[in-house]
């Protein structure tokens, strides 16, 4: 065994997945760089190389195999983690990966630090520390700065829900909430640091409240939690990531139409538009309850952006079944889907269900989907054309161009301006563009298309 301790003390990070992983990425990474490790890319030589993983993707170990090897090829005698919710449903698979040392489950990824000092490279299996799921039961607050223009602040983790296709239980534990102190504060550090946006993010935000203070009680709901959010001075922008429609209650909706600084932008996983579907996957609402919350918000705030999630392939699902999704959502005033292909997953009942969709046809109808969202997102971005919104301008320059999004989420281009980076800049929406964004009214914008 090479022992890596004389190393200088760098550290690499990848991470797979959701917003949520991305904050306790960052979390961890604070953690190590005020141990006195210095972060570097992933493809450069490092002492030690973390992979956040994810149990969502199809290809949960085929991608992890992959960043194992780019941390080999960086760095051969680089140490390298896994932790995340695959490192927890599989520790046994991923300790026999050539290449990884450490594997950490879903209580003991926070304290990494305390593994590195006395880990050395392996030449057999990785070492494994990992526990039983109903062991995490705690909650660490974690936020994540990936760019100066906004950053992902985790409010809850965990799920109490029995989703039959889900294997996120499994691998988060029980649902937990940080309290709101902790929360607030966390948005005033990243205020602090001048970032104008937040993304409030967790397993299943709309729970939060549940085991605030050890206990499965609700000390505070969403709604208190978002009130006093919208109070924290320094912040323009607050914006709410995925929350299950039975949970998103009209005066979570009310409060958001008349915030100081949450955005008109909701993201509602529904899953299936068949009532008979939905009660296979033990979701906990019917399609009329979902029709009533978009239309709520459409109410209250007509130009607001509303996202869904949706499964196609579910075990059972008919072509007829598949059509009740496809009209219920192309009649939805709704504004772009994030469409998924059902994969099976050990140890969830939906696995066991008879009716298996054949692949090929799993693929078309997620085609057909993601056709109708393109479509869905061109009408909703057209509906916005010459109306007076805000955009905050990121950072990347693309071909002498940047990007932002709106308050309602419309993505926007112009010529690229280092001055504009991390602004807020008041604009007119003028046309679609080829790319899929939307021009602003400016004439130094049209002269700059004009010569590429």
Not at 190 to 199: G, L, N, Q, T, W
Not at 364 to 382: A, H, Q, T, V
Request: with cysteine; charged share 30%.
């Amino acid at each position: 065994m090479s022992n890596v301790i004389s190393q200088p003390k760098t550290v690499a990070f990848h991470t797979l997945g959701c917003k949520l992983n991305f904050a306790e990425t960052s979390t961890i990474a604070r953690t190590l760089t005020d141990a006195g490790y210095q972060k570097v890319n992933f493809d450069e030589p490092a002492k030690v190389y973390i992979i956040n993983t994810c149990s969502v993707t199809e290809n949960a170990d085929k991608e992890c195999k992959l960043h194992v090897k780019r941390a080999a090829k960086a760095n051969p005698d680089g140490l390298v983690a896994i932790i995340g919710c695959y490192a927890q449903l599989k520790p046994e698979e991923i300790s026999s990966i050539t290449g990884v040392d450490l594997v950490l489950g879903a209580k003991e990824k926070f304290n990494i630090l305390s593994y590195l000092d006395d880990l050395e490279k392996s030449e057999s299996r990785a070492e494994i520390h990992s526990c039983e799921i109903d062991e995490a039961d705690f909650f660490v607050g974690s936020y994540s700065i990936g760019d100066r223009t906004r950053a992902f602040l985790k409010v809850q983790d965990g799920c109490d829900y029995k989703c039959t296709y889900c294997t996120i239980p499994l691998a988060r534990g029980i649902s937990r909430s940080d309290t709101i102190e902790n929360v607030v504060a966390n948005a005033k550090e990243i205020a602090a640091r001048d970032i104008k946006e937040i993304v409030l993010t967790g397993v299943n935000i709309g729970d939060y409240g549940k085991g605030e203070f050890g206990n499965k009680k609700h000390e505070h709901t969403f709604l208190d939690l978002i009130s006093e959010l919208d109070k924290v001075e320094g912040i323009e922008r607050i914006r709410i990531s995925s929350i299950e429609p039975n949970l998103l209650k009209d005066e979570s909706i009310e409060l958001v139409s008349k915030s100081r600084s949450f955005v008109p932008h909701f993201h509602i996983p529904l899953q299936s538009g068949s009532d008979e579907l939905l009660k296979k996957m033990k979701r906990r609402y019917l399609t009329n309850l979902y029709y009533n919350r978009v239309n709520k918000i459409r109410e209250v705030m007509p130009e607001a952006a509303i996202g869904v999630d949706v499964i196609v392939g579910f075990p059972g699902e008919t072509e007829e079944l598949f059509m009740e999704t496809y009209n219920f959502l192309n009649d939805l005033p709704i504004s772009y889907l994030h469409v998924f292909t059902y994969s099976e997953r050990e140890n969830t009942e939906a696995a066991e269900m008879l009716g298996a969709v054949p692949i090929p046809e799993r693929k078309r109808r997620n085609k057909m989907l993601r056709i109708l969202s393109e479509k869905k997102k061109m009408e909703f971005y057209r509906s916005q054309l010459g109306r007076k919104l805000s955009v905050l301008w990121e950072h990347e320059n693309k071909n002498g161009l940047m990007f932002g999004f709106t308050e309602n989420y419309v993505r926007v281009s112009k010529a690229f301006d280092e001055n504009s980076i991390n602004q807020t800049e008041t604009i007119v929406l003028d046309k679609i563009l080829e790319d899929g964004s939307v021009s602003i009214q400016e004439k130094q914008f049209e002269d700059f298309l004009a010569k590429i």
